[in-house]
């Protein structure tokens, strides 16, 4: 037997005595991590006015192309946004998404991040496109975030082991 299926073995046979560990996933989430890339959520500004201006750089980067915006122009009685334009549609599909954060770069008002919600399954493919209202409004469910001073920057591996 060659050395690299002994040393398989060996791998296989000290695992196998270990207990297992197992966590009650509905009651407890696992946190995340603070750079986890997850829901998409439309920002506003403190005032109230959404601060997506219609400008469709975030469709425009995405690779899948996934996201779809239509513009249209504010006008002094109905004010959207603090641009001339706004998102009158908004729309993302994720079911396409790759969640690659490209949209969330592209961005110059910072109008579209990603959260760190993680629970998206639908019965449906159309329950999977988020409209801007289901983009602008508060998560549901709260997902606990790991303590960002240990994870958010990584340790080079070339530092770690000293």
Same mark, same amino acid.
């Given at each position: 037997?060659?050395? $690299?299926?002994? !040393? #398989?073995?060996?791998?296989?046979?000290?695992?196998?005595?270990?207990?297992?560990?197992?966590?009650q996933?509905?009651?407890?989430?696992?946190?995340?991590?603070?750079?986890?890339?997850?829901?998409?959520?439309? =920002?506003?500004?403190? =005032? $109230?006015?959404? !601060?997506?201006?219609?400008?469709?750089?975030? +469709?425009?980067? %995405?690779?899948? *192309?996934?996201?779809?915006?239509?513009? +249209?122009? =504010?006008? +002094?009685?109905?004010?959207?946004?603090? #641009?001339?334009?706004?998102?009158?549609?908004?729309?993302? =599909?994720?079911?396409? %998404?790759?969640?690659?954060?490209?949209?969330?770069?592209?961005?110059?008002?910072? +109008?579209?991040?990603?959260?760190? /919600?993680?629970?998206l399954?639908?019965?449906?493919? *159309?329950?999977l496109?988020?409209? !801007?209202?289901?983009?602008?409004? /508060?998560?549901?469910?709260?997902?606990?975030?790991? *303590?960002? *001073?240990?994870?958010?920057?990584?340790?080079?591996?070339? !530092?770690?082991?000293?």
């Open positions: 037997m060659p050395f $690299g299926t002994l !040393k #398989g073995f060996g791998v296989t046979l000290k695992h196998i005595f270990r207990q297992p560990i197992t966590q996933y509905p009651e407890y989430k696992r946190p995340v991590y603070p750079r986890f890339r997850g829901r998409h959520r439309l =920002n506003r500004h403190e =005032n $109230g006015l959404e !601060k997506c201006v219609g400008c469709s750089l975030c +469709a425009a980067a %995405c690779p899948s *192309d996934c996201i779809r915006v239509v513009a +249209a122009e =504010n006008t +002094a009685e109905h004010r959207v946004s603090a #641009g001339e334009r706004y998102a009158r549609i908004y729309e993302i =599909n994720l079911s396409r %998404c790759i969640f690659c954060g490209y949209c969330e770069l592209a961005c110059p008002f910072d +109008a579209i991040t990603l959260g760190n /919600e993680f629970e399954s639908e019965y449906s493919r *159309d329950d496109i988020y409209t !801007k209202d289901m983009l602008l409004a /508060e998560p549901i469910k709260r997902v606990p975030v790991q *303590d960002s *001073d240990l994870y958010d920057t990584p340790i080079p591996a070339y !530092k770690s082991s000293s």
